[in-house]
């Protein structure tokens, strides 16, 4: 049985990932080409290193100090599913709240862990008035067919700061 709570700013340690799989083995992803998105051959293997961990954990405890959102799905006591939400609403015409992570142990996936922690971040972002969620998103085919599942398109506006720092990512948006 899952269990979902909201971390605290304590417990966002390196320990808290021992048993969290990041692993996501990509073989295609989504490009955009002039106007045009498209499928490009692009095979490797996706996982962290202990600075990705370490970013992370820096990451989380920001979002959480700063008043932002971290939720999480444990199995027997092990992390297998995280989100996080920044608390600044951007972009006025559109009010977008950033969602700046989310990911399921490999382990995990495909048993609805992403799609409940999808869901309370949607609903943690409406209820401090933000309109839509935006996604800067791994291209992965995999990846981006979650994103679509839950309702996601691309963005009317590209936050740059995004673009700049991951040129490949997808950029997205869901209604709330």
């Known amino acids: 049985m899952i269990q979902y709570r909201a971390l605290d700013l304590e417990e966002i340690e390196r320990d808290l990932f021992r048993d969290f799989i ?24 996706d996982d962290w290193s ?32 995280f989100v996080s939400v920044e608390p600044e609403i951007f972009e006025d015409s ?20 992403g799609r409940s922690l999808f869901g309370a971040a949607k ?6 008035g933000a309109k839509k969620l935006y996604i800067s998103a791994h291209s ?3 990846s981006q067919s979650f994103y679509q599942a839950m309702g996601c398109c691309e963005a009317q506006v590209y936050n740059q700061k995004h673009v700049e720092a991951e040129p490949y990512d997808c950029q997205l948006e869901c209604r709330l």
Not at 22 to 45: A, G, H, L, M, Y
Not at 58 to 67: E, P, Y
Not at 94 to 101: A, F, G, I, P, V
Request: aromatic fraction near 10%.
């Open 140 to 142: 992965a085919v995999e």
């Open 50 to 81: 202990e600075n990705d961990y370490q970013t992370l954990t820096d990451c989380l405890k920001n979002t959480v100090s700063a008043g932002g959102f971290v939720y999480a799905a444990f199995s027997d006591g092990r992390l297998k599913g």
């Open 123 to 128: 609903e943690w972002a409406k209820s401090r």
């Open 94 to 113: 559109q009010k977008y709240m950033d969602l700046s992570s989310i990911h399921v142990s490999e382990d995990q996936r495909g048993h609805g862990i």
């Open 22 to 45: 990041r692993r996501q083995k990509v073989t295609d992803c989504w490009r955009k080409e002039n106007t045009s998105w498209v499928i490009k051959s692009d095979p490797f293997i």
